[in-house]
Nanobody
Framework: QVQLVESGGGLVQPGDSLRLSCTASGSTFSDYVVGWFRQAPGKEREFVAASMRRSQTYYADSVKGRFTISRGNIKTTVWLQMDTLKPEDTAVYYC??????????????????WGQGTQVTVSS
């Protein structure tokens, strides 16, 4: 069993930055794909970014060039650096872990464990 806790969300203005963290207990991230997803009110959960086990990274087109996913050296933390935030980035952000092939990383059903989420609000 892996427990995940997200933190770092908040209320920011357009153009600001935030750094989200996802911390694991019960296991490390070494053997898992780690993904960040987000869900806005009335919308389905959508893929944001993923880090494969060998640290290859992949992003949704909507965040490419603005968001960066990275793994910590202690292997129990993954970060999502979010720069140049836009109002459309407003959502609850979740991290999830699973074991899957590259073609499945955008499918939230492929992730076994999820955190409780952290709210990100971008508003002027």
């Amino acid at each position: 069993q892996v427990q995940l806790v997200e933190s770092g969300g908040g209320l920011v203005q357009p153009g600001d930055s935030l750094r989200l963290s996802c911390t694991a207990s019960g296991s490390t991230f070494s053997d898992y794909v780690v993904g960040w997803f987000r869900q806005a009110p009335g919308k389905e959960r959508e893929f944001v970014a993923a880090s494969m086990r060998r640290s290859q990274t992949y992003y949704a087109d909507s965040v490419k060039g603005r968001f960066t996913i990275s793994r910590g050296n202690i292997k129990t933390t993954v970060w999502l650096q979010m720069d140049t935030l836009k109002p459309e980035d407003t959502a609850v952000y979740y991290c999830g872990v699973g074991r899957m092939v590259l073609s499945s990383i955008r499918d939230s059903n492929m992730y076994y464990y999820w955190g409780q989420g952290t709210q990100v609000t971008v508003s002027s």
